[in-house]
Every structure is written in structure tokens, then in C-alpha cells.
């Protein structure tokens, strides 16, 4: 399930299974998003990106979805594995304000 | 194929005492960029330098200054450090395009005491 904490939002999944982490966008003006992984005491690595123009894209086990009528963005990550624990946060940008704003992230756990 | 760079890892500084974390990514990239990362928030811009040659400030420089030396290596120099500065430090960097960064360095912790 899903709990907040004091610090990030966790998601526990079951190996195998699909895991969906969300995200609450704050500008409706975005037109750039981005999600990123990061590991423990690791950068962030890039997953997948999508541009306003489109509500869907997928890449290697992973689909993002976006619903700018709402602001929201969510990240799909099929068959889930032990390797996909990490931070996901996600990223919106309007690129003609020269604005990028993070989210603070979602920790999933993924129990083998 | 090393990416992005970052120097040193790790490092404890008193309050007062200067540093420079330093940065280079071997990807030909225009932009690139330092970001802090503090505890439940998210990554906040603190400098960019979208070519050589140019710098611009981010949403939280004050402290701190930077120097895009060539292409490849970008700087920040904490001139006097203080304990508010304690934090994870991201260089990251972007060939060109949107501003959001698609490569990131493996941080620098930074404790002031």
C-alpha cells in the first residue's frame, strides 16, 4: 500500500507485480515532463520523458501517463523487480519561463 | 564512458571555510548544472550555465558562485560556508533543449559544522 511518512511517500509492491507511482504537477501551463529513479547515495537517472502534446508514452516495462485536465502524472512500471526500489520523482518545465520544478518523490520498495 | 563527474564525494567543512565542488561530463553537452537536495524536497536549481561562457542563477544562489571553465567542467565554490548549506550537491547536465537536466553526476554530501 501507500503511507506517508514523515519524509517521502512509500509504495510497497510484490515482486511481479505492476507498480504505479503518481505525481501532482503544480503549473497547468507545463508542457515538459520528466520522471527520474534514483538509488541510495546515487544520482538521478533519467527514465522517460513526455511533452504535453501526448498522454501516453512508453518505454522498456515503463508507461507514462499525463492528464493535464487534473495535473497529473503518473509513471507504470510492469513486473516489477527487486532492482526498481529506488526514489521515482518526477519533473514538470514550461521552457519559455526557465522554470523547473521537482517533486519531492516517492520511495517504492519492492518485496521479492 | 564516465558521464558526469563530480569531486570530491564526500566532505566536512567548519562554518566560514571555503570550497570548490567540481564537475565534468564527457557527453559534448551544452548545459549543465548544480542542484542541491535536501531531506522530503526536491531538487532545487542553484546555477546553470546553458553554453560556455554564460552562467545563470537558479532559485537558490545566494552563497554560492560558479564557473563554467570550458565545455566540459563547471564549479561551484561555496565562498563561506555555512551550516545551511549542509546538502546533497548534484551536477547534472543536458546536450540542449528543455532546461530540465537529463544526466546527473553521483552527488557531493556536504556537512558544515
Known amino acids: 500500500g501507500e503511507s506517508v511518512g514523515l519524509h517521502l511517500p512509500t509504495l510497497s509492491v510484490q515482486e511481479g507485480d505492476n507498480s504505479i507511482i503518481n505525481c501532482a504537477y503544480s503549473n497547468s501551463a507545463s508542457d515538459y515532463f520528466i520522471w527520474y529513479k534514483q538509488e541510495s547515495g546515487k544520482g538521478p537517472q533519467f527514465i522517460i520523458d513526455i511533452r504535453s502534446n501526448m498522454d501516453k508514452r512508453q518505454g522498456q516495462r515503463v508507461t507514462v501517463l499525463l492528464n493535464k485536465t487534473v495535473k497529473h502524472l503518473s509513471l507504470q512500471i510492469a513486473a516489477t523487480q527487486p532492482g526498481d526500489s529506488a526514489v521515482y520523482f518526477c519533473?514538470?518545465?514550461?521552457?519559455?519561463?526557465?522554470?523547473?520544478?521537482f517533486g519531492p518523490g516517492t520511495s517504492l520498495s519492492v518485496i521479492p | 564512458n564516465a558521464g558526469v563527474t563530480q569531486t570530491p564525494k564526500f566532505q566536512v567543512l567548519k562554518t566560514g571555510q571555503s570550497m570548490t565542488l567540481q564537475c565534468a561530463q564527457d557527453m559534448n553537452h551544452n548545459s549543465m548544472y548544480w542542484y542541491r537536495q535536501d531531506p522530503g524536497m526536491g531538487l532545487r536549481l542553484i546555477y546553470y550555465?546553458?553554453?560556455?561562457?554564460?552562467?545563470d542563477k537558479g532559485e537558490v544562489p545566494n552563497g554560492y558562485n560558479v564557473s563554467r571553465l570550458n565545455k566540459r567542467e563547471f564549479s561551484l565554490r561555496l565562498e563561506s560556508a555555512a551550516p545551511s548549506q549542509t546538502s546533497v550537491y548534484f551536477c547534472?547536465?543536458?546536450?540542449?533543449?528543455?532546461?530540465?537536466?537529463?544526466?546527473f553526476g553521483d552527488g557531493t554530501r556536504l556537512s558544515i559544522l
Open positions: 550555465s546553458a553554453s560556455e561562457g554564460t552562467t
Open positions: 519533473a514538470e518545465e514550461k521552457t519559455s519561463y526557465d522554470k523547473v520544478i
Open positions: 547534472a547536465s543536458r546536450y540542449r533543449g528543455p532546461l530540465v537536466p537529463q544526466h
